[in-house]
Each structure stands twice: as C-alpha cells, then as structure tokens.
Antibody, heavy 124, light 109 residues
Framework: QVQLVESGGGLVKPGGSLRLSCAAS????????MSWIRQAPGKGLEWVSY????????YYADSVKGRFTISRDNAKNSLYLQMNSLRAEDTAVYYC?????????????????WGQGTTVTVSS | EIVLTQSPATLSLSPGERATLSCRAS??????LAWYQQKPGQAPRLLIY???NRATGIPARFSGSGSGTDFTLTISSLEPEDFAVYYC???????????FGQGTKVEIK
C-alpha cells in the first residue's frame, strides 16, 4: 500500500544536527513532489520545505532557510531533511508528505499521503 | 505572507449535529484551499481540496465551500470519529506548500 515512513528523529543539543529520512513505498516516488511539515508540541502545522519530483526546485520556510537542506534519492525512493544549527524552536514532530498534483491546471492541490511523523527534540 | 484565520477555535457539539467551520484568508486565494483532519497522535488527512472537492475516500457528510477569502467546511451530521482538529491550508502560491490556519478543534459536548 501507499506509505511514507519517517526516521532519524531524536534528542539533540542546541546547535547540533540531525538528518531525517522518509522512505516511500507503494507508488512511483519519482513522479511526485514532496514536502516536510512540522508540528510543535500542542501547536498547529507549519510547512517547512518542498522539493520537486526531479529535485531541481526547492523551497524553504523563512524559519529554516540557511539551516535545513531538503534532498531526495529517487533510486532509493527516499526523501531527506538535513537539519543543522538546531534551535529549541525546531522541536516538533516532522512529517513528510506527498503533494497531490492536478495535471489539468498544473497545480498541487493538497498533501494526500503523510507519514506517521518523527519527533525532534532540541534541548540541552 | 497570506494569513489564514480559523474560527471558532473550539466547537462543542454532540454526535448527529451539524458542524460549520470557517477559514478566512488575509487576501484572495481563489479556490486554492484545502482542509485536513487530524486526530490525536495521528498525521493529518486530506479531506477537501480546491475548496469544495472531496479527497479520495472521504465521506459525503464532509463538504467545503467558498472562494476568494472566505471558506467553510461543513460536517452535515457528526459521527463519533469526526471529533478532531481541522486545519485549512491555502495553496494559491504553490509551489511551495502554503500556510496553514491555526486549527479548529471539534469536541464532544
């Protein structure tokens, strides 16, 4: 079945680094744009980063720009998020999500498949 | 940045009642608005896209309406499994993924 499974979360000190992974299965990963979204404890959803199907187009939220790097390996059906210079405010559950795409109007219309999330805690 | 404001923050209703959730955008997003449902400890689930289209497998009791800056998610008759938090997300400047509203919690009265 269509599935996304995140891994790599954990406890890290401020200023430290983590690399999150997202393994995709059940669909042709290389056909889809992907995003990372996070949710701080007890808070709402925040879009973090986006990558096109080929990896050629990338965007970041201002809150993580210059510190986080998104990438993908289509041969391994995997999405990654390298997080450097971590801060306490980066503490959150991180979800990877598939972008559903409407080929008739060339637009992503929503995130239709989500992983279960991986927890990142930044604390000394 | 487009800001989405959801109201009310909490909606207390009984099973079988009708739920009406609002999402207002700080500027027009045309019809590029999605709704998600999130239950405790679970990932969000896409309910509605392009303001009024139900995603695959979503029951007909969920409906969306609106365009421009004002949008509504309606649950015609609440089932026990519908008590959750609902988020709207604007997609007008996709890519990348757009901003989310702060959420509306639908709780059992």
């Amino acid at each position: 079945q269509v599935q996304l499974v995140e891994s790599g979360g954990g406890l890290v000190k401020p200023g430290g680094s983590l690399r999150l992974s997202c393994a995709a299965s059940g669909f042709t990963f290389s056909d889809y744009y992907m995003s990372w979204i996070r949710q701080a404890p007890g808070k709402g959803l925040e879009w973090v980063s986006y990558i096109s199907s080929s990896g050629s187009t990338i965007y970041y939220a201002d809150s993580v720009k210059g510190r986080f790097t998104i990438s993908r390996d289509n041969a391994k059906n995997s999405l990654y998020l390298q997080m450097n210079s971590l801060r306490a405010e980066d503490t959150a559950v991180y979800y990877c999500a598939r972008e559903a795409y409407d080929y008739s109007n060339l637009k992503g219309y929503g995130m239709d498949v989500w992983g279960q999330g991986t927890t990142v805690t930044v604390s000394s | 940045e487009i800001v989405l404001t959801q109201s009310p923050a909490t909606l207390s209703l009984s099973p079988g009642e009708r739920a009406t959730l609002s999402c207002r955008a700080s500027q027009s997003v045309s019809s590029y608005l999605a709704w998600y449902q999130q239950k405790p400890g679970q990932a969000p689930r896409l309910l509605i896209y392009d303001a009024s289209n139900r995603a695959t497998g979503i029951p007909a009791r969920f409906s969306g309406s609106g365009s421009g800056t004002d949008f509504t998610l309606t649950i015609s008759s609440l089932e026990p499994e519908d008590f959750a938090v609902y988020y709207c997300q604007q997609r007008s400047n996709w890519p990348p993924g757009g901003t989310f509203g702060q959420g509306t919690k639908v709780e059992i009265k």
